[in-house]
């Protein structure tokens, strides 16, 4: 049995941020995964909005400066438009910042962590590798691994996405509410510049976003009811276009296809209890959030700062598997967690309620925001530093 002070299961944006972060620590970790990341051809479809508290965390950990300036694309103004007349926008110049954050791809940024990671000295990677049982000891939790591997550790980390294995393995409970939705995925050309703007459209088909990525490009995230979701994957290239600028306002003149758009369900996930002895969990492991608000990635970045800074924090005498020592963690995380559940739920049953009186009143509202710099400032000033 190979002995660990920490075990994180899953090598993806968060679990990878999170051995990362503790590469300057005494603790022995194992990190595992069973499918290395790879950068794709042309541009990755699953694209992130990092935001300037979290490029902040990539910095500290050493990763954010080796990413490629050229694949990247900060946000200097939003719109956001409602179902009406309603509009609220926000500009990196009238809050006082250089940026609103960032638009990074997905596996630009796996990729690097991934190299950092093969490159650290407290840290023992197991790819391919995927776990076979789960036990938890009282001084220890002990992983099997499927090729017969055996490791143990005073503390496991599931960070295996939302279908986590450690999380059901481990008995933990997710509540779970299907939006009979799916988020389609697409990156585009454009006939005009967006001059990194991010758009958002609230529609009554869903909520289309337009993510601007390095020169005349956007990615698209469209939330939409499954059906039509469907229907537009089977549309061909230059229909798919048509629609996603038609329903964009054609803010951008002509759309060209980048690459084939896919579609994936949506849901809320509540996971109640992301600890018990011995075990913690992060990222999409520990919360699922509509992806309106662009901040799924976000929190798990968050997550893995935020268990990072406590294991850092211990002596050589502390048992970090130890409930109450992960219950910090836990309540550390609960408040925002759950604000940004139920902000971006709240949205879009707002914006899905086909009530007449009140779309008005909702569109009304985007207005009077739009109109007083305080809410604005205080709106974008938590994005820019909580999430």
């Known amino acids: 049995m190979q002995?660990?002070?920490?075990?994180?299961?899953?090598?993806?944006?968060?679990?990878?941020?999170?051995?990362l972060a503790l590469r300057d620590t005494r603790l022995r970790i194992a990190l595992v995964e069973n499918i290395p990341p790879h950068l794709p051809d042309g541009w990755d479809s699953r694209i992130?909005?990092?935001?300037?508290?979290?490029?902040?965390?990539?910095?500290?950990?050493?990763?954010?400066?080796?990413l490629d300036a050229s694949r990247m694309a900060p946000i200097r103004a939003m719109q956001i438009h409602g179902d009406g007349?309603?509009?609220?926008?926000?500009?990196?110049?009238?809050?006082?910042?250089?940026?609103?954050?960032?638009?990074?791809?997905?596996?630009?940024?796996?990729?690097?962590?991934?190299?950092?990671?093969?490159?650290?000295?407290?840290?023992?990677l197991f790819c391919p590798a995927r776990p076979d049982g789960l036990e938890f000891r009282q001084d220890a939790a002990v992983l099997r691994l499927s090729d017969g591997t055996t490791l143990s550790a005073r503390l496991l980390v599931g960070a295996d996405g939302r279908d986590s294995w450690v999380r059901r393995t481990a008995g933990l409970a997710e509540v779970n509410t299907p939006y009979g939705e799916k988020g389609l995925v697409a990156n585009f050309a454009t006939e005009?510049?967006?001059?990194?703007?991010?758009?958002?459209?609230?529609r009554n088909d869903g909520v289309l976003a337009y993510l601007p990525l390095p020169g005349n490009r956007i990615s698209i995230v469209w939330s939409t009811p499954d059906e039509h979701a469907d229907e537009l994957c089977l549309l061909p290239s230059e229909l798919l276009c048509e629609r996603v600028a038609e329903a964009g306002s054609r803010a951008l003149g002509k759309l060209e296809l980048l690459t084939a758009p896919a579609a994936f369900p949506l849901r809320l996930m509540r996971v109640p209890q992301t600890v018990a002895p011995r075990l913690a969990l992060v990222g999409d492991a520990a919360h699922g959030i509509h992806p309106l608000s662009g901040h799924g990635i976000n929190l798990g970045f968050q997550d893995a700062m935020?268990?990072?800074?406590q294991l850092t924090a211990t002596q050589p005498w502390h048992d970090i598997g130890q409930e109450r020592f992960l219950q910090r963690y836990q309540r550390a995380r609960r408040e925002e967690t759950v604000l940004m559940q139920t902000t971006t739920d709240s949205l879009r049953r707002l914006f899905k309620e086909s009530s007449p009186g009140l779309r008005p009143l909702?569109?009304?509202?985007?207005?009077?925001?739009?109109g007083l710099p305080l809410i604005k400032n205080a709106l974008v000033r938590y994005a820019l530093g909580a999430l």
């Open 192 to 202: 005009k510049p967006h001059n990194n703007t991010a758009f958002q459209w609230f």
């Open 362 to 370: 909702r569109n009304l509202g985007l207005d009077l925001a739009n």
């Open 3 to 19: 002995q660990f002070d920490l075990i994180i299961v899953g090598g993806g944006l968060a679990g990878a941020s999170l051995a």
């Open 85 to 124: 007349s309603g509009r609220l926008d926000f500009s990196a110049f009238e809050t006082g910042v250089s940026e609103l954050g960032w638009i990074l791809e997905s596996s630009q940024m796996a990729c690097e962590f991934w190299e950092s990671a093969k490159r650290q000295g407290n840290l023992t």
């Open 306 to 309: 935020t268990l990072a800074g």
């Open 48 to 66: 992130y909005a990092i935001s300037p508290a979290n490029a902040s965390f990539l910095e500290s950990i050493g990763a954010w400066r080796h």
